[in-house]
């Protein structure tokens, strides 16, 4: 987050996506009552509205923008102005129709919903910027504009294009890549496999369908060329609006979610002046609490501190195949977690629910049924309890323990022909990070070469893709004193996705004490059980490796199957430090205890002395006091040992503080 331009809003925001072009203005008058109502601080607006604001090419019509800017300062509600370029309107297509995708498959998409543009586009980039410029001109100024939000969901739907025009912007970008030496390409590519030589630049392409898999260092190298080309997007509109308004802040949405991978957000988030995230729920998630967690630890890892909820839901979404409604009380849980793990501002989409359009089934904070409904009274009452929050704003989560987290070995981990095409990067760190949760003991996450001097424990749940840089910097924080503990399949390729020779996991097997020759993987509905220092119940799933100590010991062993009697999970002292490897996937409660152990040696302490069932607990901690939240998802309630006042009811605690049956208490304690 950018120390000279922030959001000149006091206390925690709360909003969402504002879109009164969908209503006759009669309707905004209400709009603007309901929202002071509710504790409405600021919302997004024109997000979706070029079509209104450029009626032609180069023609721009602001004046229902003046007014709905003029009636949010009027009632003192500030905005997050949108630069609409997520949606091109359908001039644009019949004008530049070469600006349309091609998918993989080689078919030119059509126009007619959102983001349906090429990133690669020249003609689009062009009018993107000049919209941006058109906006930033008129209303750079107006009392009402605290952030501007550029675009919406970048790569949400268009993460990569197969056009020529984009395969020509990939080989400029492979040319910077690799100095204009084709022969360094063809080497980190491999491509003396399969017949794949490159002679001439203009012979690659994207890796389009083909006849059977593609070469794995080209989908990596695409994928990373993708990111950078929606970044450069990103900048080059930023960079416009900066011009106009240098004070103002500018953010654009994550989509740090269960579903969206298509970004590297650790490569844009120091481009943001203020980090923003969209979170969803899956409907089909039994304990979805856990993603709300891990995604918020996540994203205010990326953003260094607090970060901005832009987008969640009050209740169902509309694009999954069952869109369930929230349970009583999920909602405020949802976003009090939220603010629990950085969030210092929490907004919807949308306002209100529209009536017509393809989301026209999403929830919203006036939903259809209007004021006379459970969401609109959860939405009040989500607008007090932020307002009692309010000097949590700018407080922090402190954590002894690291996750480390890298797009590039989720991209190629997920890639085809793998040992196991059922390894799922998210999934494998979400099992680590769990038993954490549960217990109360706060998590950041980290890159590989990220400074690792401030954590007592450090975990590598995967990370099948890392390089020497990175290699070196986890293998250093372990010989100087730490605690490194890593999952199977890691350190088994470089940044070419080149096997490290010599055993695995390869950049991993001097500081975990370990060689494996050969990987075991399990077919599904396939276990081991395991025997040794695990639950007498132990047994582990999805992978297994023939794995041989070279200095570490064995606290866990196969007691069946193939690899009986061999190590399953080791521990190993190297310089100052400990080492621990993983080569398998113990169950979850097995999985439990072990990381229990390994955060007891390591000297990681959780938020609470007695973590409670179903009680979430985390302290974020300010200048002067600290907060303590504790969210119970249990449906039971508890009571927790604190001492303060309860911000929520602005009631001294002594001894102890009750959480209500699925409900939230923050305590401020005092220091």
Avoid at 11 to 34: F, K, T
Avoid at 257 to 270: G, H, K, M, V
Wanted: one cysteine or more.
């Amino acid at each position: 987050m950018s120390t000279e331009r922030r959001l000149r809003l006091p206390g925690i925001a709360y909003g969402g996506d504002y879109n009164p072009e969908q209503w006759p203005e009669e309707v905004w008058a209400e709009d603007m009552r309901l929202m002071r109502e509710a504790g409405v601080t600021m919302v997004s607006v024109g997000i979706f509205s070029w079509a209104l604001l450029e009626p032609a090419e180069g023609v721009y019509d602001f004046a229902r923008m003046d007014k709905i800017l003029d009636l949010l300062h009027a009632n003192g509600i500030a905005a997050d102005l949108a630069t609409p370029t997520a949606a091109p309107p359908a001039w644009f297509f019949k004008a530049y129709p070469e600006a349309l995708p091609v998918d993989r498959d080689g078919r030119r998409l059509s126009y007619g919903s959102r983001q349906t543009f090429c990133p690669s586009s020249p003609a689009y980039r062009a009018a993107a910027l000049r919209m941006a410029g058109a906006l930033a001109e008129r209303y750079a100024d107006h009392p009402a504009l605290v952030m501007w939000h550029v675009h919406n969901e970048y790569g949400c739907h268009n993460a990569a294009c197969y056009c020529d025009t984009s395969a020509a912007a990939f080989r400029r970008w492979l040319r910077g890549k690799y100095d204009d030496r084709l022969d360094a390409l063809n080497h980190a590519w491999g491509t003396t496999f399969w017949s794949q030589w490159y002679y001439d630049w203009d012979e690659i392409i994207p890796p389009r369908v083909t006849g059977a898999d593609s070469n794995p260092t080209h989908q990596l190298d695409w994928r990373r060329f993708c990111n950078a080309e929606q970044l450069s997007l990103y900048v080059a509109e930023r960079d416009v609006l900066r011009r106009a308004a240098p004070g103002i802040p500018a953010t654009t949405n994550f989509m740090v979610n269960f579903s969206i991978e298509a970004l590297d957000y650790w490569r844009w988030a120091p481009e943001l002046d203020i980090v923003s995230n969209d979170h969803y729920l899956r409907a089909d998630d039994p304990e979805s609490e856990v993603d709300v967690a891990l995604c918020g630890d996540l994203v205010r890892s990326m953003a260094g501190g607090p970060w901005l909820l832009m987008e969640h839901s009050t209740g169902a979404v509309n694009w999954q195949p069952v869109n369930r409604a929230k349970h009583p009380g999920e909602m405020r849980r949802n976003a009090l977690a939220h603010v629990a793990h950085g969030a210092d501002g929490i907004a919807y989409f949308q306002w209100r629910a529209a009536k017509a359009g393809s989301e026209q089934w999403h929830s919203a904070m006036l939903p259809h049924a209007g004021t006379s409904s459970r969401i609109w009274q959860d939405v009040v009452r989500l607008g007090a309890d932020l307002r009692a929050l309010a000097e949590v704003r700018g407080s922090t989560v402190a954590a002894d323990v690291a996750i480390v987290w890298d797009w590039d070995a989720r991209w190629a981990l997920e890639l085809p022909s793998q040992p196991s095409s059922r390894l799922r990067f998210q999934q494998l760190v979400r099992d680590w990070y769990t038993p954490l949760w549960r217990a109360g003991t706060a998590v950041d996450f980290v890159r590989p070469d990220a400074d690792l001097s401030g954590y007592r424990l450090v975990l590598v749940p995967s990370l099948y893709v890392v390089d020497d840089e990175g290699a070196a910097n986890l293998t250093a924080f372990a010989e100087r004193g730490g605690t490194l503990a890593v999952g199977f399949h890691s350190g088994t390729v470089d940044e070419n996705c080149h096997v490290r020779l010599g055993g695995y996991p390869g950049a991993f097997r001097d500081v975990l004490g370990v060689r494996a020759d050969e990987p075991f993987p399990l077919l599904p509905g396939e276990t081991h059980r395991l025997t040794g220092q695990v639950p007498p119940d132990a047994t582990a799933a999805l992978w297994s490796e023939r794995l041989q100590l070279t200095g570490a010991e064995a606290i866990a062993t196969y007691a069946d199957g193939p690899l009986a009697d061999l190590p399953a999970v080791t521990r190993h002292a190297y310089g100052a430090g400990i080492g621990w490897y993983l080569a398998t996937s113990p169950e979850p409660a097995t999985l439990a205890s072990l990381l229990a152990r390994i955060c007891d040696e390591a000297g990681v302490r959780p938020v609470l002395a007695a973590p409670s069932p179903g009680i979430e607990a985390v302290r974020r901690s300010g200048t002067d006091a600290d907060y303590l939240f504790l969210i119970d998802h249990s449906g039971a309630g508890a009571e927790i040992p604190a001492d303060g006042v309860e911000l929520l009811t602005d009631k001294p605690v002594h001894r102890s503080v009750t959480v209500p049956a699925g409900g939230v208490a923050v305590v401020r304690e005092a220091r």
